[in-house]
C-alpha cells in the first residue's frame, strides 16, 4: 500500500514535470545542455572556495546539491560511471590503466558505444567536447588520437592525463602538439577559446547542443597561470577534521601512514593546497567566459548548466600527503552546481546525487526515456521548479567501489618494489595498495548518516562511521555498531555491489530487519 501511494505520487511528479517541459519544448525546442567537469576538485577540504564567479553564476542561480558523490574514488572508474550511468562493476573500467579497461578496446567496443552522448546526438543534438577524457585515451593502444568516441562532432580530446603545458589534443581525430606558451597552450584557457569558437556558431534557431567541458585543474601537477601565480600566497591547506590524525583504527593502508607528518610534507602540502586552488582560478574565468557568450547569443534562458567533479581530494587527512582513492568523505564528495529553464535560483537540495545519475538526466533532459541498462537515475524531476519529490521516493544507498592499484617497481622507494603498492611519492607513504580494494555502502536518510566498509585484505578489514555523530571518521566504530544496523548495511552492500540497472535505483527507506 505505502509503496503504492509512492510510486503514484512520483509518477504524478514525473509527469507534470513532462508536461512542463513539453510547453517550454513547443516554444523553445529541446534545451541545450553545458557540462563543466572538473578533475580531483574536493568540496570537503576547501576545494569550492576560489571558484567564487561560478558559485554566483551557476549555483546561486540555480541548485546546488549538497550531497553529491562520486561512486569511485579514481579519475577512470569515476569518468567512466558518468559516461555510461554505470557503476564500476558494470562499466568493467576497474583502474586508470588500459588493462584494468581505461578506455581499452574492449571497453570503447562494449561501453563507449552506449555513453550517454550516443542518446543525445539520435536527438540530433550538435555535441561538443573539450579536455580531458580518460586517462588513456589516445594512446597507440587505445586506438590513437585518430579515435573518436562516438557521438561527439566537435572533437578536442586530451591524449592521457591531466596536463597544462606540452600535451598534445586530439582535434576531430587529428593529433595537435601544444607546448609551453602560456598564450597558445594552457590547456584550460585553450578548451575556454575552443568553447568560444563553439558558441559563437550556435543561436536559439541553430537546434541543440551538447558541451562538456572537461579541465585538467586541480588535478597533479597543479599548474597556474602566470596570472595566478602569487594567489593565495597566505592560504594553508585546512588543518581541522582528520588532518594529520594517525587512523590508528583504519585499515593497512592507512595504519602505514608516518604520522604525525614531518614539516617539510606539511610544506609541500600547504603548497600543492595553493596551487590547486590558483588552477582553479582560471576555471572560474572560463565559467564566466561561458555564461556571458550564452547571454550575447541569447542562449542562457534555454541551457542548463552543470557544474561537477569526478572524484575528491585530500591532503594530510589521516597523515596521508597527498592523493583520492580513500573511502572518506574527502575522496568521494564533489561539487555539483545546476543552473537552466524552469529551475528557480537559490535553492540547496539534500538528495543523494551519484556521478551515475548524470547521463540518465542529460538523456532525460534531451526529452527521452534514460535506457535501462544505466543503473544510475534521472534527477530531472528534482531541477522542476518547486519540485516537491518526496524523500521517501529518492535513494537512501549507495555503494563506492575501489579496486586497489599496484606496480611492481616504486622508484624511489626500492624497498617496496615487488609488494603491490603504488603512488609511493613523497616521502615513502604509499597512497594506493592491491589490498585497499574495497566495497563500501553509503546510507544518508532523514535519520541516518552511515557508511560500512569492507576491504578484500588478509584481515577481511571492515569500517562502519555513523557520520551524525562522528563526521569526521575520526574513530572506527565496527565494534560498537548494533548487530542489527551491520546486518542491514551489509545485506545492502551484498545487493547493491551486483546491481545492474532497475536493480541499482531501488526506492525508498532503508529495510526494516525483523529478528
Ligand atoms: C575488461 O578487460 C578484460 C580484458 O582486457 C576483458 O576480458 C573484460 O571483459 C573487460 N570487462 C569489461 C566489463 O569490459
Ligand atoms: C570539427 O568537426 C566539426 C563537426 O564536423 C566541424 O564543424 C569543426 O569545424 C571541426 N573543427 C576543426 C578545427 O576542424
Ligand atoms: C610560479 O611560482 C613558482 C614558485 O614560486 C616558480 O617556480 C615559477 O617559476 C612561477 N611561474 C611563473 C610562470 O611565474
Ligand atoms: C607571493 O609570494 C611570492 C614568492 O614568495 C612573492 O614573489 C610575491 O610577491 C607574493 N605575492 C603577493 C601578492 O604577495
Ligand atoms: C574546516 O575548515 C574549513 C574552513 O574554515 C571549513 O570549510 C570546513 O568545513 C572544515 N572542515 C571540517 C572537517 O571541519
Ligand atoms: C512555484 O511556486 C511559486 C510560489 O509558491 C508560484 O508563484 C509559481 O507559480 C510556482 N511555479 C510553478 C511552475 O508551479
Ligand atoms: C588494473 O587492473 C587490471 C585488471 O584487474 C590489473 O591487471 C592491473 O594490474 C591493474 N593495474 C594497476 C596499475 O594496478
Ligand atoms: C597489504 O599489502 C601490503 C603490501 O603487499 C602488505 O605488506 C600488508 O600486510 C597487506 N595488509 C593486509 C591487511 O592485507
Redesign the pocket.
Known amino acids: 500500500m505505502l509503496a503504492r501511494g509512492r510510486g503514484s505520487l512520483l509518477l504524478q511528479s514525473v509527469l507534470i514535470f513532462l508536461h512542463v517541459l513539453q510547453t517550454c519544448a513547443t516554444k523553445k525546442g529541446p534545451p541545450n545542455i553545458v557540462f563543466i567537469l572538473t578533475d580531483d576538485q574536493d568540496t570537503?577540504?576547501?576545494g569550492e572556495?576560489p571558484i567564487t564567479k561560478t558559485k554566483k553564476l551557476i549555483g546561486d542561480e540555480g541548485i546546488i546539491f549538497r550531497n553529491m558523490f562520486a561512486t569511485s574514488p579514481l579519475c577512470c572508474p569515476s569518468r567512466s560511471s558518468i559516461l555510461t550511468g554505470n557503476y564500476v562493476h558494470n562499466h568493467g573500467a576497474v583502474n586508470n590503466s588500459v588493462d584494468g579497461n581505461c578506455s581499452s578496446p574492449t571497453w570503447q567496443k562494449q561501453s563507449e558505444t552506449r555513453a550517454f552522448i550516443t542518446y543525445l546526438k539520435k536527438q540530433k543534438y550538435t555535441t561538443f567536447f573539450a579536455g580531458k577524457y580518460l586517462n588513456q585515451y589516445g594512446k597507440p593502444e587505445t586506438g590513437g588520437p585518430e579515435h573518436i568516441p562516438p557521438g561527439w562532432d566537435w572533437w578536442n580530446g586530451l591524449v592521457g592525463n591531466s596536463k597544462y603545458y606540452n600535451y598534445q589534443l586530439s582535434v576531430n581525430g587529428t593529433a595537435e602538439k601544444h607546448k609551453d606558451s602560456y598564450q597558445n597552450d594552457y590547456l584550460t584557457d585553450i578548451i575556454n577559446k575552443r568553447a568560444e569558437d563553439f558558441l559563437q556558431l550556435q543561436s536559439p534557431d541553430s537546434g541543440p547542443f551538447f558541451m562538456m567541458l572537461s579541465t585538467p585543474a586541480c588535478h597533479a601537477p597543479f599548474t597556474p597561470a602566470p596570472q595566478y601565480n602569487n594567489s593565495f600566497n597566505d592560504t594553508k591547506a585546512?588543518r581541522?577534521?582528520?588532518f594529520n590524525v594517525y587512523g590508528k583504527d583504519k585499515h593497512w593502508l592507512i595504519r602505514q601512514a608516518k604520522s604525525p607528518l614531518s614539516d617539510d610534507a606539511i610544506a609541500t602540502i600547504d603548497n600543492v593546497f595553493r596551487n590547486r586552488w590558483r588552477t582553479l582560478l582560471s576555471v572560474d574565468d572560463m565559467v564566466e567566459n561561458v555564461i556571458n557568450l550564452l547571454t550575447q547569443r541569447k542562449l542562457l534562458d534555454n541551457t542548463y548548466v552543470f557544474y561537477s567533479s569526478d572524484n575528491g581530494y585530500h591532503l594530510g587527512q589521516f597523515s596521508l600527503p597527498q592523493d583520492k582513492r580513500q573511502l572518506y568523505e574527502f575522496d568521494v564528495r564533489v561539487p555539483l552546481m545546476v543552473r537552466g529553464p524552469g529551475i528557480k535560483a537559490g535553492q540547496l537540495r539534500e538528495e543523494i546525487i551519484l556521478n551515475i545519475d548524470l547521463a540518465p538526466t542529460f538523456i532525460a533532459l534531451s526529452a527521452q526515456t534514460a535506457p535501462s541498462q544505466m543503473d544510475g537515475m534521472s534527477f530531472h524531476n528534482l531541477l522542476a521548479q518547486n519540485a516537491t519529490i518526496p524523500a521517501s521516493s529518492w535513494r537512501e544507498s549507495f555503494v563506492i567501489e575501489h579496486q586497489g592499484e599496484y606496480k611492481q617497481i616504486n622508484p624511489g622507494c626500492p624497498q617496496y618494489n615487488n609488494m603491490d603498492l603504488a603512488n609511493c611519492d613523497p616521502n615513502c607513504v604509499c597512497e594506493d595498495a592491491k589490498n585497499n580494494t574495497y566495497g563500501c555502502v553509503r546510507t544518508l536518510s532523514a535519520d541516518t548518516n552511515y557508511m560500512y566498509c569492507v576491504f578484500e585484505d588478509t584481515e577481511n578489514f571492515e569500517e562502519f562511521y555513523d557520520l551524525n555523530k562522528d563526521?569526521?571518521q575520526l574513530s572506527n566504530a565496527i565494534q560498537t555498531v548494533s548487530k542489527s544496523v551491520l546486518m542491514d548495511q551489509g545485506k545492502k552492500l551484498m545487493e547493491l555491489s551486483v546491481c545492474q540497472g532497475p536493480s541499482c535505483r531501488k526506492i525508498g527507506p532503508p529495510h526494516v530487519l525483523v529478528n
Open positions: 570537503v577540504i576547501g572556495t585546512p581541522n577534521g582528520s563526521p569526521d
